[in-house]
């Protein structure tokens, strides 16, 4: 069954500590994006890659570190340095001028 | 710089009556539209999109959109609302000439009473 999923679905992270979020898809896409999402906000791009072992940032990379290693995964780290974590986050996947196929989101909680 | 606008924060319609959700874009070059729709707590789902030819592009659960280049607007429709279709509906569009990003607009929560 083709898809793209995101884990944890929910995350909690004490002050100072760094947390990753995983995404994965096996739809064989080349690119992959995260994307933040605020209540009465849109979507805000976080990092993005084209092909494996190359990524570049979005609008609101700071405190946001990302790796692709594999055609399959990028996973998303949010560090101490982000000050404000607390938000949906989304992982989508595509091909060239395809349409984006989205994860199930990860929903982050500062406590 | 790429952008989309939805003007509307919230739309509110009754069950049967027709819908229309707004975007406008600013793009670059020929553009290709996207229309996604978000139910709480769940990632964005495809409706439809428009790459080329018919300016009328037809979607998912009824939906459609007309892309009207002279007024760079990609407005959401659908003939008879349904209650179920209270969700959150964003509009977007791909720029292929900057790696292909995605920009969303900021979404609007159409309510379908009944």
């Known amino acids: 069954d083709g898809g793209i999923t995101q884990s944890p679905k929910y995350l909690f992270r004490k002050e100072g500590q760094n947390v990753t979020l995983s995404c994965e898809q096996n739809l064989n896409h080349d690119a992959m994006y995260w994307y933040r999402q605020d209540p009465g906000q849109g979507l805000r791009l976080i990092y993005y890659?084209?092909?494996?072992?190359?990524?570049q940032k979005g609008d609101i990379a700071e405190g946001y570190s990302v790796s692709r290693e594999k055609k399959e995964s990028f996973p998303l780290t949010v560090t101490s340095a982000q000050k404000n974590p607390t938000a949906f986050y989304l992982c989508a996947s595509s091909r060239q001028a395809m349409k984006a196929f989205f994860g199930q989101g990860t929903r982050l909680t500062v406590v | 710089a790429q952008s989309v606008a939805q003007p509307e924060d919230q739309v509110n319609v009754a069950e049967g009556n027709p819908l229309t959700v707004k975007c406008t874009y600013s793009?670059?070059?020929?553009?290709?539209l996207f229309w996604y729709v978000q139910y709480p707590n769940r990632g964005l789902q495809f409706l439809l999109k428009?790459?080329?030819?018919?300016?009328l592009v037809k979607g998912s659960y009824g939906f459609e959109a007309e892309f009207n280049k002279s007024q760079t607007s990609f407005h959401l429709k659908k003939p008879s609302a349904l209650v179920s279709d209270s969700a959150l509906y964003f509009c977007?569009?791909?720029?292929?000439?900057?790696?292909?990003?995605?920009?969303f607009g900021s979404g609007t929560k159409l309510n379908v009473k009944p």
């Open positions: 793009v670059s070059g020929n553009p290709y």
């Open positions: 428009y790459i080329t030819g018919d300016n």
């Open positions: 890659s084209q092909i494996v072992n190359d990524f």
């Open positions: 977007a569009v791909r720029d292929r000439d900057n790696f292909n990003k995605f920009y």
